[in-house]
């Protein structure tokens, strides 16, 4: 009797194993999401990959008057603030800035602060005083 409950016991143990092992593979999923402020002749794009907690993907900034900054972001969320280095060229020249979102509502707002550079790139001196206002909202659109 005491061999058939250890056999029974350890047969139910590597079940649980096989289990877990599935829902570990869902939650590596990557997810694409595409976002897009236009106002005017003013335009903003990001698409992202978005695992689990990090983020990657593209952001374009095109706004009147000013030059175009086509780049990379590479970060992650936390709560509900994506956190990201933004590498970027502009007048030809490559530099790589912190920047910040905020995800509410299938959109993104981003969020502006003091900053500094540090290391060869601009980061905020305190991401707890960031201000996100609804200026420039990028709204979840499609993805191509």
Do not use: H, W
Not at 33 to 62: F, H, M, N, P, R
Not at 78 to 93: K, N
Request: with cysteine.
């Amino acid at each position: 009797m005491v061999v058939s409950c250890s056999l029974f016991c350890s047969c139910k143990k590597a079940e649980t194993k096989v289990n877990n092992s599935p829902s570990k593979q869902v939650q590596e999923v990557a997810t694409k999401e595409c976002y897009e402020y236009v106002q005017g002749k003013d335009t903003i794009q990001a698409t992202l990959l978005v695992k689990s907690q990090t983020v990657s993907g593209d952001l374009i900034y095109k706004i009147f008057e000013k030059d175009k900054n086509t780049g990379t972001i590479t970060g992650t969320i936390v709560g509900d603030t994506l956190i990201a280095d933004y590498t970027f060229m502009s007048e030809g020249q490559k530099s790589i800035r912190e920047v910040a979102f905020l995800r509410k509502n299938k959109s993104l707002t981003e969020g502006y602060g003091e900053s500094e550079e540090k290391e060869g790139k601009m980061v905020f001196k305190d991401k707890k005083k960031l201000n996100f206002t609804a200026n420039m909202v990028l709204n979840e659109i499609p993805c191509k």
